[in-house]
């Protein structure tokens, strides 16, 4: 009986380590950052963003996709190569680069614009969690913070992000949510390249909003500290002292990033599409809630809209909280000088998790206030939008550097990419200043 226990433990061990090789082999395990950081940029603050651009001016805001879309990729790039060529974080190659001042006030704005991102990103998800199970929203929400937490804490990265990388599927439910409603296609590419458009403030709010959501500093951080996990879990040196390895990593990182942003870049437009063509149609044009967004979609598009839509959010938040979280961590404890990374054990990189820890709890305290979540989401896209532009230029000045990167500076198109994003965004920034 008991060499019977013994051999039937033994299969399972054997299983599950067989299982584990099978998984490390599969096509995902070999994606690098790009694919989650595309992901995490449609977190329900995007979703949220693009649902009330969609709502609120129909098909004439379709444009900013395609035009965020080579910005978007030149900007995550250029943090990756960062990562890559020095093996150092963003806010540790800022520290060593900048005036401290610098580094002080970019770690300050991402930590406060990315506790409002969590914090309205964990209420949303409760909310449409209430609306789909029946169960209280604030329930739900605690469980989505502790999952996270116990996943980032105790899961090692090289075993966790695999797990991040199935939850980029979840994407995939905002091309499906089309196939259930009538698309004028023909309106549709027409607005897309000719839209028509009020220059107001209104207009100038969701065009930051949406800029704001899609090229967030939050996701600059997190490309290039993930770079140096993945440097690191492959047992490889940056690109500075290891320049044989430089031609096909700078070729791996400009496929995952550009690839990773396109799944990003469409999604975000499916989203517009979505709520353009059900609820602007219907006359719903301004929305207040995470449930409303979701919810809107019932009566026009029926239930499985309505349920897509909704588990689109719930499965994107469990992508974009993680990613929020890591990335204010890495910032503070790069600018401390605090050993970081999600391979490390909690023990041996305290106060990286304790960042992490403080970030997703004060979010979900910051739930409990009477402020409109889905305001609280869109708002704090607009708040990235503003960030994101000083915080653009660092990077390009970085990138462009020999000091920093050595013989590996960015191309002059890749630069002159990134130009255009920040000026896109300071001249987006500037029209909201114009009165209503």
Known sequence: MQLSKQHKKSTRARSLADLWRRVKKHPLAKIGPGLITGAADDDPSGI???????????LDML??????YPLMSAIQSLCAQI??????????????????????????LLLFANTLNIAADVSAMGEVAELV?????????????????????????????????????????????????????????????WPKLKLDFDTAAVVVGVF???I?????????????????????????????????????????????????????????????????VAGVTDIQTAAQAAGALRPVAGDFAFLLFATGIIGVGLIGVPVLAGSAAYAVAEALGWRSGLERKAGAARGFYAV??????????????PISPM?????????????????MVVIILLASSQSVMGAFTASRPILALGWIGAAVMGFAALLMLIPG
């Open 48 to 58: 949220a963003t693009y649902s009330q651009a969609g709502a609120q001016f129909g």
């Open 63 to 68: 444009w900013t996709m395609p035009l965020a």
């Open 83 to 108: 990562g890559r060529v020095t093996g150092k974080g963003l806010a540790a190659n800022i520290k060593e680069a900048f005036p401290p001042i610098v580094l002080k006030v970019v770690v300050f």
């Open 133 to 193: 199970s029946g169960l209280d929203r604030h329930a739900m929400t605690a469980f989505f913070v502790l999952l996270t937490l116990l996943l980032q804490i105790f899961v090692p990265y090289h075993r966790y992000v695999f797990l991040l990388k199935w939850l980029t599927l979840s994407l995939l439910a905002y091309a499906a949510v089309l196939f259930t409603v009538h698309v004028p296609w023909s309106e549709v590419a027409l607005r897309t390249v």
């Open 212 to 214: 704001g959501t899609t």
């Open 216 to 280: 967030s500093p939050y996701l600059f951080f997190w490309q290039a500290s993930e770079e140096v996990e993945d440097m690191h879990a492959k047992r490889a040196g940056a690109l500075l002292r290891n320049a044989a390895a430089a031609p096909s990593e700078l070729r791996r990182i400009k496929w995952d990033t550009w690839s990773g942003m396109l799944y990003s870049d469409v999604t975000a437009y499916f989203i517009i599409l979505a709520t353009a063509v059900t609820l602007h």
């Open 356 to 369: 992490i820890a403080v970030s997703v709890l004060a979010g979900l305290f910051i739930q409990y206030s």
């Open 375 to 391: 305001k609280m989401l869109f708002w704090s896209a607009v708040i990235n939008g503003v960030v994101a532009v000083p915080l």
